[in-house]
């Protein structure tokens, strides 16, 4: 690893901004370079954990959207589920389709199944594991896409990835959040989906690795 220089350091922190380094600079004791270095792991292992939660969320909308078009299709005679022929959707969710049709046939793309499914982001299908689903969406179709786990127990764990997964966004720190934990979700939700899939992303992913070579802190690690 390079070792930077005082005037360098307070370069970074300048264009980074003390606000920023702040909560680095507190698990570091006051160190700026110590923190320096901690900033740069949570870049890495945010970016590992981004990409295992990525493999995961498209195994769930893919999931998800082929139990919605076999349920579709016997009920309706159509596949396109996101049309919503039976009403079922909330206002909300029906708004999140008109914005993904949109951007799908953006720069007159015909319109396909699979392009819309790729423009519902994660906390379309999150809700769609909600309780207000439950009775409709979860018992008629959704339920088989996870291999008989209770619909809130999944939800929970859709949720806690979700959350995770929009801290990172927000480039916000993560060295301070149970990482370990969370990818254990991720693999476990994984599971619930495909277990060859799973397999695959469990041995793909950079996260352990990463936390064992985490920087010391003044910190606890976080467990939970």
């Not at 953006?106 to 439950?134: C, I, K, M, Q, S």
Request: charged share 25%; glycine share 6%.
């Amino acid at each position: 690893m390079v070792t930077l220089g005082a005037a360098e350091l307070l370069v970074l922190e300048r264009r980074w901004s003390p606000e920023r380094l702040a909560p680095y600079r507190a698990a570091c004791g006051g160190d700026l370079a110590a923190a320096v270095a901690l900033y740069r792991w949570n870049a890495e292992i945010s970016a590992a954990l981004g990409t295992t939660l990525g493999h995961v969320e498209i195994l769930l909308r893919n999931a998800l959207h082929e139990e919605l078009t076999a349920w579709s299709l016997r009920c309706y005679g159509e596949p396109r589920w996101y049309l919503d022929l039976g009403g079922v959707l909330t206002d909300e969710g029906r708004r999140d389709v008109v914005k993904a049709r949109s951007r799908a046939t953006r720069d007159g793309r015909p319109e396909t199944p699979g392009r819309v499914v790729a423009e519902l982001n994660l906390g379309f299908w999150r809700f769609l594991l909600a309780t207000r689903y439950d009775a409709t969406l979860w018992r008629a179709c959704l339920h088989r896409a996870v291999s008989g786990q209770r619909r809130r127990t999944v939800h929970a764990a859709v949720s806690r990835l979700h959350e995770a997964r929009n801290r990172m966004a927000h480039h916000e720190p993560m060295f301070n959040r149970p990482v370990a934990d969370l990818r254990a979700t991720a693999v476990e939700v994984a599971g619930w989906l495909c277990p060859v899939t799973r397999d695959w992303i469990d041995r793909a992913c950079r996260v352990l690795p990463l936390l064992a070579d985490r920087p010391r802190t003044v910190l606890p690690h976080p467990r939970r």
